[in-house]
């Protein structure tokens, strides 16, 4: 069991629509939580962090903790083709950051 | 304010040769990290500095792969003999130590990008 699991993808969604991505960990002591955007060729950019259970609203993104159930997910509401991406989810365990393998979006216009 | 360099950004190589790669954090920035990226994978960290000293280095493959963070600013890492398996994006980034036990928020470089032929 990989200690940060990603749907692969690619999750296709139309232009306007909310897009939900999903990750899970496995390590109960884990503490703080990050997703990361990826486009092609370039590297990670942190666009959530969140470190409690419940939910954190920032413009368009909102990212859910629940650490009883182990996963934490991001929400982007009005998905715009500039979000087609790739989205790592990043647990921190102490110091050590373990990354997800990522799930492609593409929003489509 | 200047983000994370890194150089080369690319690079080609023969197996059995050496390479190194160098990263410039963050101004300011006294926790350095060295990652390795492969394709449709997420980051895996190799090592990671606060200041000169190398304090998780437990994923570096030390019989080929080495760095150094001298000063506790520029950090170069090394890879001698290269394998075709060592062809993956090489990621430095930089954070702030603010206390918070660890999340910090990570700054990433541009990557290099390492062939083995």
């Known amino acids: 069991q990989k200690e940060v699991e990603q749907n692969s993808g690619p999750l296709s969604v139309p232009e306007g629509a909310i897009a939900s991505l999903n990750c899970t960990y496995s390590d109960r002591v884990s503490q703080s939580f990050f997703w990361y955007r990826q486009y092609s060729g370039k590297s990670p950019e942190l666009i959530m962090s969140?470190?409690?259970?419940g939910d954190k609203e920032d413009g368009r993104f909102t990212a859910q903790l629940n650490k009883a159930s182990q996963y934490v997910s991001l929400l982007i509401r009005d998905s715009q083709p500039s979000d087609s991406a790739t989205y790592l989810c990043a647990v921190n365990r102490g110091f050590k950051t373990i990354f997800g393998a990522g799930t492609r979006l593409f929003v489509k216009a | 304010e200047a983000g994370v360099v890194q150089s080369p950004r690319y690079k080609i190589i023969e197996k059995k040769q050496p390479v190194a790669f160098w990263c410039n954090p963050i101004?300011?920035?006294?926790?350095l990290y060295w990652y390795l990226q492969n394709l449709g994978q997420g980051p895996e960290l190799l090592i990671r500095?606060?200041?000169?000293?190398?304090?998780?280095d437990s994923q570096l493959p030390k019989d080929r792969f080495s760095a150094e963070r001298l000063k506790g600013v520029d950090s170069t890492l090394k890879i001698q003999p290269a394998e075709l398996g060592d062809s993956a994006v090489y990621l430095c980034a930089s954070s702030l130590d603010s206390g918070t036990g660890g999340a910090d928020t990570q700054y990433f470089g541009p990557g290099t990008r390492l062939t083995v032929l």
């Open positions: 101004s300011g920035h006294n926790t």
């Open positions: 969140i470190y409690s259970n």
């Open positions: 500095y606060e200041n000169e000293e190398a304090v998780d």
